[in-house]
Structures are given as structure tokens and as C-alpha cells.
């Protein structure tokens, strides 16, 4: 069944990536920032790339993500608990994002041997590096 406890905190869906198209999208025209553990790709969704079709579903206004881990990170083992601790680390960060972003996280080979504390640094640092959180106070 998909009703888990958990899935109460998850991302809803539409706020995920989940088109090879969309991931593309973003790797190609988006901005890269590497860490040892993870690599973050940014795209502003209201850039519309050259050529690029317009009408896609990344108009939607707040922030989507997207998670991947290659071959180079291991097993399907190794990937899936490299993308749960991504996933997880995301849960945190997520509401402090500044909207208006598509974003990919790559999974490093590293990564699935880390604690979700150090994931969640590594991804706080790249979100920070890219100007993507939003100030502390509101207003």
C-alpha cells in the first residue's frame, strides 16, 4: 500500500521532477554546484532556453526536485539508499527554498556510506552557495 506513515511528509508529486525530459532540461541549461557527496543542478523555471518548447509543467510556481543516483554510486542497494537520504534531507530544507526553481540532486559515490546529518549539510551548503534559501526572517 502507499499510505505510509512517512508519506504524510513526503513532497507531494507535483512538486517533483519526474520526466526524463524535465531532468534533461535542467541538467542542460541549469547551473551546476558540486560538493564531494552531491552535485546540485538549478534552473530558473522562468527562463525559457532557446528553441526549448514552451507549455511544459515546469510553470507551475514553486520549487519542483528531482533525485537521481548513477551506476558509479553501486548497487541498486547502494542508489536507493543514496536517493532515501537525499529524499530525506530535502524533507528539511525544502520550506526555506526560494520558489520559482527546478531543481536536480545527483547522488554521489561517497554518499551512501554518509549519515543524513552530513547529507543534509552538504545539501544546505549547495543550497546556500546557489542563493536558494530564503532569509531566516520574513519580512
Do not use: W
Not at 530558473?44 to 526536485?65: D, F, L, N, Q
Not at 543516483?69 to 528539511?92: E, H, I, P
Amino acid at each position: 500500500m502507499s499510505s505510509q506513515g512517512e508519506g504524510e511528509a513526503q513532497v507531494k508529486r507535483r512538486f517533483r521532477l519526474t520526466r526524463s525530459g524535465d531532468f534533461q532540461r535542467v541538467r542542460r541549461f541549469g547551473k551546476s554546484y558540486a560538493h564531494p557527496l552531491i552535485v546540485l543542478f538549478v534552473f530558473a523555471k522562468h527562463i525559457v532556453p532557446e528553441g526549448y518548447p514552451c507549455g511544459t509543467a515546469s510553470e507551475a510556481p514553486g520549487v519542483r526536485v528531482g533525485v537521481a543516483a548513477g551506476r558509479t554510486v553501486g548497487n541498486a542497494v547502494q542508489r536507493n539508499r543514496a536517493k532515501r537520504l537525499l529524499r530525506a534531507a530535502m524533507q528539511n530544507l525544502y520550506p526555506k527554498i526560494v520558489p520559482g526553481f527546478d531543481l536536480v540532486l545527483i547522488a554521489r559515490q561517497p554518499l551512501p556510506s554518509a549519515a543524513l546529518t552530513q547529507t543534509q549539510e552538504a545539501l544546505f551548503t549547495l543550497l546556500s552557495r546557489a542563493g536558494l534559501l530564503s532569509p531566516t526572517h520574513d519580512g
